[in-house]
C-alpha cells in the first residue's frame, strides 16, 4: 500500500493515539480541577482503536506512542497493547511506545515490556513532593518514583519529561539533571504551550523559555548539540561532564514544522493533522459506516492531503497568539 506523504513532501510515519481524555492527575497547566469528561459512547472502543492504528501501520506508520489523559487508567488498556504487539512481530511497526504519568507503572511495567514496549516516557516536573501534589494537585509522588522503579526493573528505559514552569521548578533545574543522571533516564524539558482556556496571564506567568534554561544549565555544564532529530519539537544536548543526554521541546520559540512526520488521533477517532491548528478529519464515522477498512484508509489520505504547513503558536508580543482552546489531554500531548 502507498505509504502516507502530505502535501509538503514530509512522509507521516508517526501516529500518536489519545486513548482516554481521562486522568488520575489534574495538573494545573493541563487541566481544569473540575474537567468535564467525554462521554463514553463517544470513545472509540478498543477493537475500533485496533481497526483504526493498524489502518494507520498498513498505510506505513512505524512508531505509535500511547498517550492521554493517562493512558493506563483506560480499561483494559494491556489487551490494546497486546494486540498492537503483533505488528511489531511482524516488523511493519518498528515502536511501541507510552507517555503515561506513572501512577499506574508498578502495576503495568512487567507487562507493557512483554508486549514489546521498550521506552517509556513518564512526565514528572518536580522531586518536590509538596510540589508535586501542587501542581498534579491529586498525584503522589512517591507512587510515580516506585513506578519509575518498576519500569526500571522490567528492562524499560525511561526518560523523563519535565515541563519548564517559572517559579515553580526553576530552581530544580539542577536537582532534576543530577537525579536524572544518577538514575541512568534522559531528561527532556518541554516549554508550556497554550492549550486549554485557562486564562491568557497565568499561561505566561509559567512560561520559562527554554532559551533561558539552556543558559542556567550551560553555566554548569559543557552543553554539545547532538545532530539527533526526531522528526519533532525535540533538539537534544550532551553534557560533557556527565555524559548525560537532554532535551529542548520549544514549539514556541523554534519552529519544527519542516521535518513534522506525525499526526494525532484523539480517543473519539478526531485526527490531529498539526498540534497548533484546529483543523481535524473525524475517522469514527467512516469507521463506523463501513466494516471494510477501504472507506475509512480513505479517509486518512484525504486527512493527510490537509496536513498545514505549520502551527501559529507565537508568544513573541507579550499575548499569546494561536492559542488553542483544546486541552493537551484532548489531543494526547
Ligand atoms: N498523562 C500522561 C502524562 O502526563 O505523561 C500523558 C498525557 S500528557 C497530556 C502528555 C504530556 O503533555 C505531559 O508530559 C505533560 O506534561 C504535557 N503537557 C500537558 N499540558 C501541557 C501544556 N499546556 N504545555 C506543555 N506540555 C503540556
Ligand atoms: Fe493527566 Fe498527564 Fe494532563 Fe497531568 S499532564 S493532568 S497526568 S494528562
Known amino acids: 500500500m ?16 489519545s486513548v482516554t481524555d481521562r486522568c488520575d492527575f489534574r495538573c494545573t497547566y493541563c487541566m481544569a480541577e473540575h474537567m468535564q469528561f467525554l462521554p463514553k459512547k463517544d470513545l472509540l472502543t478498543l477493537e475500533e482503536l485496533d481497526r483504526l492504528c493498524s489502518a494507520f501501520v498498513r498505510m506505513g506508520v512505524e512508531k505509535l506512542r500511547i498517550t492521554g489523559g493517562e493512558p493506563l487508567v483506560r480499561r483494559d488498556i494491556l489487551t490494546f497493547f497486546r494486540a498492537m504487539s503483533r505488528h511489531l512481530d511482524s516488523g511493519a511497526l518498528k515502536e511501541l511506545t507510552l507517555t503515561t504519568n506513572g501512577s499506574q507503572l508498578a502495576r503495568f511495567a512487567a507487562d507493557l515490556a512483554a508486549c514489546g514496549v521498550r521506552r517509556v516516557n513518564v512526565s514528572l516536573d518536580t522531586l518536590d513532593e509538596g510540589k508535586f501534589a501542587q501542581v498534579t494537585r491529586w498525584g503522589r509522588l512517591p507512587q510515580v518514583l516506585d513506578g519509575i522503579r518498576a519500569a526500571t526493573a522490567a528492562g524499560l528505559k525511561v526518560k523523563i ?3 519548564a514552569l517559572k517559579g515553580f521548578n526553576e530552581d530544580e533545574l539542577f536537582r532534576l539533571v543530577d537525579w536524572c543522571g544518577a538514575e541512568g533516564h534522559d ?5 508550556v504551550m497554550p492549550m486549554g482556556d485557562m486564562g491568557e496571564e497565568t499561561r505566561l506567568d509559567q512560561y520559562w523559555p527554554l532559551r533561558e534554561l539552556r543558559e542556567r544549565l550551560a553555566e554548569r555544564f559543557t552543553l554539545i548539540d547532538l545532530a539527533e532529530r526526531t522528526g519533532g519539537p525535540a533538539r537534544y ?22 521535518s513534522c512526520n506525525r499526526v494525532r488521533l484523539t480517543c473519539t477517532g478526531e485526527l490531529y493533522m498539526c498540534l497548533g491548528q484546529e483543523d481535524m478529519a473525524d475517522l469514527r464515522a467512516p469507521l ?16 493527510i492531503a490537509r496536513k ?10 507579550q499575548r499569546v497568539a ?3 482552546s483544546r486541552h493537551m489531554s484532548h489531543t494526547g500531548g
Open 2 to 17: 502507498a505509504p502516507l506523504v502530505d502535501p509538503f513532501a514530509r512522509p507521516i510515519s508517526y501516529l500518536r493515539v
Open 161 to 163: 519529561n519535565a515541563v
Open 187 to 191: 531528561l527532556t524539558f518541554i516549554e
Open 237 to 258: 544536548v550532551r553534557l560533557a561532564e556527565s555524559g548525560q543526554k537532554i532535551g529542548f521541546i520549544t514549539p514556541l520559540t523554534h519552529n519544527f514544522c519542516e
Open 288 to 303: 463506523r459506516a463501513s466494516p471494510e477498512d477501504g472507506v475509512v484508509e480513505a479517509a486518512i489520505r484525504a486527512a
Open 308 to 317: 498545514p504547513k505549520g502551527h501559529d503558536f507565537d508568544y513573541s508580543r
Open 322 to 324: 494561536g492559542q488553542m
